[in-house]
């Protein structure tokens, strides 16, 4: 559901965080907002409900310029783990382009997360979108804990789905860019397939990745 104006020159895509309560869409958001270099995103907004935020915000200004003249924009948006939220999540889920799910790699979360994920598949229905089309990644955060769902036992259930799934603590601050950057890498396929991006616009996919370089490199410096 990409909102795009031709006339205008002018693309806004809307990326959201998705999983079970507490397991750290919100931290990775946070992060990445951190992370970001100041003239490179818009203010971080906070929708508080009962036990759960929704939080989003833009990166600013445009977060890419392709050599045709189309602006692009990202937003970034969470929402509400909490099943009586449910229609938030719908709400935030409408036009959606892409979905970072991020499960909770306790092992006492293993129900919660499938839990979750299904009502991912339900939700992204119900409002006319379909899970194997959109660009989709899985994290499974909080690796820093100690009783966490092995590694291998985590590819050989998800492998099957053809989702890439990386690994993350997102409160140090690991993981939180590769599981963004390899969300917009999925994205740009989508978004090259439809709008012609390399050859109507001249945006190549390493020009459209390159504004994530800044990122990284500072991530690394922390």
């Given at each position: 559901m990409i909102e795009y104006n031709e006339s205008e020159q002018r693309m806004v895509l809307k990326l959201v965080y998705y999983g079970p309560a507490m397991s750290g869409k919100t931290t990775n958001l946070l992060q990445l907002h951190e992370l970001l270099p100041h003239e490179g995103r818009g203010d971080l907004m906070v929708l508080d409900t009962t036990d759960d935020r929704t939080i989003y915000f833009d990166l600013l200004p445009f977060f890419i310029v392709a050599p045709s003249g189309l602006k692009i924009k990202i937003k970034v948006y969470t929402v509400p783990g909490q099943v009586r939220h449910d229609a938030t999540r719908k709400a935030v889920l409408q036009r959606t382009d892409g979905v970072a799910f991020i499960a909770d790699s306790q092992l006492s979360e293993?129900?919660?997360?499938?839990?979750?994920?299904?009502?991912?598949?339900?939700?992204?229905?119900?409002?006319?979108?379909?899970?194997?089309?959109?660009?989709?990644?899985?994290?499974?955060?909080?690796?820093?804990?100690?009783?966490?769902?092995?590694?291998?036992?985590?590819h050989r259930t998800w492998g099957p789905t053809g989702i890439p799934v990386t690994m993350a603590s997102a409160i140090n601050g690991t993981g939180v860019v590769e599981t963004f950057s390899l969300l917009v890498d999925r994205l740009y396929d989508k978004i090259d397939y439809r709008y012609r991006l390399a050859d109507d616009h001249g945006l190549e996919k390493?020009?459209?990745?390159?504004?994530m370089i800044s990122v990284v490199e500072r991530e690394g410096d922390e």
């Open positions: 293993s129900t919660n997360n499938l839990a979750s994920f299904e009502s991912l598949e339900n939700n992204l229905a119900l409002v006319g979108l379909n899970i194997d089309s959109l660009p989709l990644v899985i994290q499974f955060n909080k690796r820093d804990l100690k009783t966490v769902v092995e590694e291998g036992d985590i390493g020009m459209f990745l390159q504004r």
